[in-house]
């Protein structure tokens, strides 16, 4: 049988019994959901996953986004990507420098994320001591905690997010070293500015989720450029105070998956080049996330939203995805 273990921490919790290169239950994947609902981020130890596998276990949670940037793609995988340190040859075998700051992934897209999967293979340690952790913030908490008159200043608001303005700043701290190439006019077009909600409702928990972050979101619309930016640069303080944050500290075999609409993460950048790191990613939408359906799935608690609609339909989506069990 599978058990969840919280944390005890702001966010993070331990499923264990669960093997995830074999098909979940409907009842597993619903089990999941809560817990990602509850905890924000889950960590499944001891884990063998061919990439196949990974790619089946991560379509559970929404369609999977193939990066724009189309490079370090698992080999008959293009919905994979490899987050690596290692140079073989001359060449780099991943993206070495994925999300070494605080952002939410798919923001700057129009539908935005739901789930990150991640399996690692290799682990960075020092002196015996795990690097290269990857670090997360908590929005709901940081939601709850703003001052009353910042609620209502960006209550109904939207803000507008640009994927170029990570992928740049990354470029630029990296200098002549990056692995980043620069943005292509297409790639420029397949992802122009969007906006969301600042505020949202959570579909799986009810609660109020500040959607926000330091790397992608670049205006508050319809604010003047220095409201806007004084604004942002108070939630972008606020939003990953020390309290707010929780630190996974990897292990080889983890598979550890985060829920992109209720929190900020960063990859800890305190590793060497000759420390390997390697990690299998992919990225599932908020495609099914806000359909009833899934909230249906991820049982009903006191918080969830109450829904009206036929849950059969999406029931079936999911179903289908699922083995006949
Ligand atoms: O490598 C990590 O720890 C996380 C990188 C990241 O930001 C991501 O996979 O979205
Ligand atoms: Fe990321």
Same mark, same amino acid.
């Given at each position: 049988m599978y058990r969840v273990k919280p944390s005890g921490e702001i966010l993070g919790c331990t499923i264990e019994g *669960?093997? *995830?290169s074999q098909p979940l239950s409907r009842g597993a994947l619903g089990f999941v959901l809560r817990a990602l609902a509850d905890h924000g981020v889950v960590c499944f130890p001891k884990q063998k996953l061919e990439p196949a596998a990974q790619v089946a276990f991560s379509r559970l949670f929404g369609e999977l986004e193939v990066h724009v !940037?189309?490079?370090? &793609?698992?080999p008959g995988h293009p919905e994979m990507m490899i987050l690596s340190n290692i140079v073989e040859d001359g060449k780099p075998l991943g993206l070495a420098d994925a999300g070494q700051d605080w952002h939410t992934d798919m923001?700057? !897209? &129009?539908t935005i994320a739901f789930v990150n999967v991640l399996y690692a293979l290799k682990v960075p340690r020092r002196d015996g001591q795990a690097l290269g952790a990857t670090l997360f913030a908590n929005m709901v908490a940081a939601y709850e905690a703003l001052p009353q008159d910042v609620k209502s200043r960006i209550e109904g608001r939207t803000a507008t997010h640009d994927f170029a303005n990570f992928w740049e700043m990354m470029r630029q701290r990296k200098g002549e070293a990056t692995t980043r190439a620069p943005l292509t006019p297409e790639q420029r077009r397949q992802k122009p500015p969007v906006s969301h909600p600042m505020v949202m409702v959570h579909p799986l928990s009810g609660r109020k989720i500040l959607y926000a972050n330091p790397g992608y979101t670049v205006h508050i619309d319809g604010l003047p450029a220095k409201e806007s930016d004084e604004l942002l640069d108070f939630l972008f303080r606020h939003q990953v105070r020390p309290e707010f944050q929780y630190a996974h500290q990897w292990n080889e075999g983890d598979v550890l998956i985060w829920d992109d609409l209720q929190t900020l993460h960063n990859a800890a950048a %305190?590793?060497? %080049?000759?420390?390997p790191r390697l990690i299998k990613r992919c990225q599932a939408m908020a495609d099914l996330v806000f359909t009833p359906e899934f909230a249906h799935l991820a049982q009903a608690h006191p918080g969830t939203p109450q829904h009206t609609a036929d849950p059969e339909p999406i029931l079936n989506r999911v179903d289908s995805r699922l083995p006949h069990v």
């Open positions: *669960l093997n *995830l !940037s189309r490079s370090f &793609q698992e923001s700057f !897209s &129009q %305190d590793y060497r %080049d000759d420390e």
